[in-house]
């Protein structure tokens, strides 16, 4: 293994009283800033026309929480963000022309969402409501440090990154040593990972023309509220013998009709939220990569494949439990919506049983995970919640207590960023708000495989979720290196739940 691998790192997050912070890269750095605001946002809310009737299944949710958690005072921490660092001088009147004519591409951008009587309602104003110029500031520049950046991102983002504002979107430079930093945040109801590496893409071209005065070539956007309608057209249509169904329906009738909870010790009371901690951990580098490419190629499996099988061998190895179940998140962007800003995902069960033939490898066991991965990207082709909705009628799902265990597996690779010297610096992040839960978002870029999760903030959960990361980077590194990995002996769980379990490494 390569010895350029950091150790997994901690940070508090936003559920983290008086600590409102997103980490950042080192090479994102501070200096004076500029932030952008649309000229006139109370003619555009007043533009807006109410858009067909409803919101996503996955909008509806986030909505109902983030009005919920507003009426608490509580922070808002549903956002998503985007960064990178350009070389040159920051030119300010071709930013404000790239954010303007990027917002007129998008229709979910040009969104903003109401209370209703009947739930969640979208409004959408038209592209010519949209013009952006550098925000008045009075008195002296802002000028925020690199060890400040952090802590001020933050809270910008959590104050203006909001589904009910017009717009619900920020836009900020840090300028300094003839470069700068660049940031995009926008409410979570607007898009998702994807579309926050594709808005950074999009205004890096759009910049570049606009600084050469020369056209983006940019092709269709796509408009989001046709996804909205195919949604809910899809699951009106949904029927009990669909295979997709069927997928949902084993992984449930086998886990007492309940969602999968996250199997580690995260030191809760009553099993309520905690303020989160923010963990990430490098696991592979290219060449490491290339050898399991090569692998997984010869034996008929794929990435994502190995990353559940190792999984589904520490699960094996904690509790015991031939069956792995966890949802996982896949993106839904047919054909038309490439580009398209908007939360273009579904939800989908991962289902991982242990290979029982005598002499089974672990081989055998990525297999078996590839075709679970394969069958869930089958299952995510369906709205999630429509299939739930029809097994809850069936008695077979007794609805959620919470939300679900999830693990999540991108390869950044797919969008086609190139090796961009600006979007080779991006990173994209969201807000950390205070959790039960233990979630994995593995992501593989061109510099290597990183594992992040969020976290309670408490010793119990922060073993419990390094111990985890030490057990997989274990699993993938000798994958790569050709060894057999053999399966251990699994470990009984605890007689008492309460108490930790043991390391398997």
């Known amino acids: 293994m390569s010895g350029t691998l950091r150790s997994p790192r901690v940070s508090p997050g936003f559920g983290v009283p008086g600590s409102l912070t997103v980490r950042l890269r080192p090479h994102l750095r501070g200096g004076r800033i500029v932030e952008w605001e649309l000229g006139d946002p109370e003619g555009a809310a007043r533009?807006?026309?109410?858009?067909g009737d409803g919101v996503s299944f996955l909008q509806s949710d986030h909505l109902a929480t983030m009005a919920d958690k507003r009426s608490d005072g509580r922070p808002h921490h549903g956002f998503l963000l985007a960064a990178a660092r350009f070389d040159g001088p920051l030119d300010e009147a071709a930013m404000s022309g790239a954010l303007?004519?990027?917002?007129?591409?998008?229709?979910?951008l040009r969104a903003h969402y109401r209370r209703g009587v009947a739930g969640p309602e979208r409004w959408v104003a038209p592209p010519e409501a949209f013009e952006f110029r550098v925000a008045e500031r009075t008195g002296e520049p802002l000028v925020v440090s690199d060890a400040e950046l952090g802590p001020w991102v933050g809270r910008r983002a959590s104050e203006t990154a909001r589904a009910e504002l017009v717009p619900g979107t920020w836009c900020a430079a840090a300028v300094s040593d003839g470069a700068f930093t660049f940031f995009y945040a926008t409410d979570h109801a607007h898009g998702d990972g994807y579309s926050s590496a594709l808005a950074l893409s999009e205004i890096v071209a759009l910049y570049r023309?606009?600084?050469?005065g020369e056209s983006a070539g940019l092709g269709p956007a796509g408009a989001f509220g046709e996804a909205i309608a195919a949604e809910r057209a899809a699951a009106e249509i949904l029927t009990a013998d669909d295979e997709r169904v069927a997928l949902w329906r084993d992984a449930l009738s086998a886990n007492d009709g309940r969602a999968p909870r996250c199997p580690l010790e995260l030191g809760l009371t009553d099993d309520e939220p905690q303020p989160a901690v923010a963990v990430e951990h490098w696991l592979l580098v290219p060449d490491d990569l290339a050898r399991c490419d090569a692998r997984l190629t010869a034996v008929g499996g794929n990435f994502a494949g190995l990353l559940y099988a190792a999984l589904a061998?520490?699960?094996?190895?904690?509790?015991?439990?031939?069956?792995?179940f966890v949802s996982t998140v896949l993106a839904s962007r047919g054909a038309g919506h490439e580009r398209t800003q908007g939360w273009l995902c579904n939800f989908a069960p991962v289902i991982v049983d242990t290979p029982q033939h005598p002499g089974a490898s672990f081989d055998d066991h990525v297999r078996v995970a590839t075709d679970s991965v394969r069958a869930a990207r089958r299952?995510?082709?369906?709205?999630?919640?429509?299939?739930?909705?029809?097994?809850?009628?069936?008695g077979v799902f007794k609805g959620l207590d919470g939300s679900p265990y999830m693990v999540s597996y991108t390869d950044v690779r797919r969008l086609g960023l190139g090796d961009d010297p600006v979007l080779s610096t991006l990173q994209t992040s969201s807000g950390v708000g205070p959790t039960r839960n233990a979630n994995l978002w593995f992501t593989r870029t061109d510099a290597g495989l990183v594992v992040r999760s969020h976290v309670p903030d408490n010793d119990v959960a922060r073993a419990s979720i390094l111990d985890l990361i030490a057990r997989i980077e274990s699993i993938v590194t000798d994958y790569a290196a050709g060894d057999p990995t053999p399966e251990p002996t699994p470990e009984p769980p605890s007689a008492d739940p309460r108490q930790p379990r043991r390391s398997a490494r």
């Open 379 to 394: 299952a995510a082709s369906v709205p999630a919640h429509g299939v739930l909705g029809l097994l809850a009628g069936e």
């Open 209 to 212: 023309g606009r600084c050469a």
């Open 47 to 51: 533009a807006a026309r109410r858009w």
């Open 313 to 324: 061998t520490r699960h094996r190895e904690s509790t015991g439990e031939s069956r792995f």
């Open 100 to 108: 303007t004519e990027f917002v007129r591409r998008h229709e979910e």
